[in-house]
């Protein structure tokens, strides 16, 4: 694999805007178990629902067999078959609400090679910056990895979830699992077509979204210290979780004064691993 080619899409930049229309933040509030119609015109706008815009409208015809966009474009044509949003940090330094046009400008910043336990893989770090009117509300840098598909499903080894201080259960089904891909318009198979991911990608059961776990526990630490402001928030996938699985989400508090997060299984093992810290700490 031709690394240096590949390092020759960074720097590239593409700019976008949209409206935070109120329909995709109610459906995303309905697909979470919370009330719609909380998310009217110049309500506020959760931290990381912005993920909901700005969704590229890739036609028919230029989505490859996995259900993502056909390799290269504005990110590069990395040949590995599994890809993966491995992690994100993000910063936050404004309210958005619903009915604002925003304006995102993405950059390819980083491209990267490794070998690991599946043998060589790609990383490809994009900056999102958000911002209305020219005033900064969200950046974001997001790690996207590329990696080969194993002959068999070989999960890291298990990280415990040890000294929370709450625990909640979340309920994970196919259901929840297609409802945040239509919202995403996340074509990836491997969350809603059992075969594909079993026979294909070698998964044992349907995979959680990253992104999707991120959310839920981000809005599990504000429910559990309402009133405070999100400043700055990082995760990173550990395991994978699947549609089987009895996933809970449980936090602690940090030495910083914010928290740490974790998605967990039924044996308690990790699944995501998330730090948020909050304004004025």
């Known amino acids: 694999m031709d690394t240096l080619a590949l390092q020759s899409w960074i720097g590239r930049t593409e700019v976008l805007i949209d409206t935070v229309h109120p329909g995709p933040a109610r459906a995303l509030a309905a697909t979470l178990d919370q009330d719609p ?3 009217r015109l110049k309500a506020e706008l959760p931290p990381l629902w912005l993920w909901l815009y700005f969704l590229p409208a890739v036609r028919a015809s230029s989505v490859g067999p996995d259900g993502h966009p056909q390799r290269g474009g504005f990110l590069p044509p990395v040949p590995l078959p599994r890809r993966m949003w491995a992690g994100s940090r993000c910063q936050f330094y404004g309210a958005v609400r619903i009915g604002d046009e925003l ?5 390819i910043a980083k491209v990267t090679s490794k070998t690991g336990r599946t043998g060589e893989m790609v990383f490809v ?4 910056a958000y911002s209305r009117g020219g005033a900064g509300l969200m950046e974001e840098e997001q790690d996207i990895v590329y990696m080969p598909i194993p002959d ?10 040890k000294n929370c201080a709450w625990t909640e259960r979340v309920a994970v089904d196919p259901v929840l699992l297609f409802r945040f891909s239509a919202l995403t318009f996340n074509g990836h198979r491997i969350h809603y077509d059992r075969p594909y991911a079993m026979e294909t990608e070698k998964y044992p059961g349907l995979v959680v979204h990253g992104p999707l776990q991120a959310i839920l526990l981000m809005e599990a630490a504000r429910r559990w210290l309402p009133g405070k ?3 700055s928030y990082a995760f990173r996938g550990l395991r994978p979780l699947f549609d ?6 449980c936090g602690r508090t940090n030495e ?8 967990a299984n039924g044996d308690g093992a990790a699944g995501m691993q998330a730090n948020l810290g909050w304004a004025g700490a």
């Open 256 to 263: 910083a004064g914010g928290i740490e997060l974790f998605t």
């Open 244 to 249: 089987f699985d009895a996933v809970s989400v």
């Open 37 to 39: 119609d909380e998310f």
């Open 152 to 161: 068999v499903y070989n999960p890291p080894e298990p990280v415990p979830v």
């Open 103 to 107: 304006t995102r400008v993405s950059t």
């Open 229 to 231: 402001r999100p400043a």
């Open 125 to 128: 770090t994009v900056r999102h």
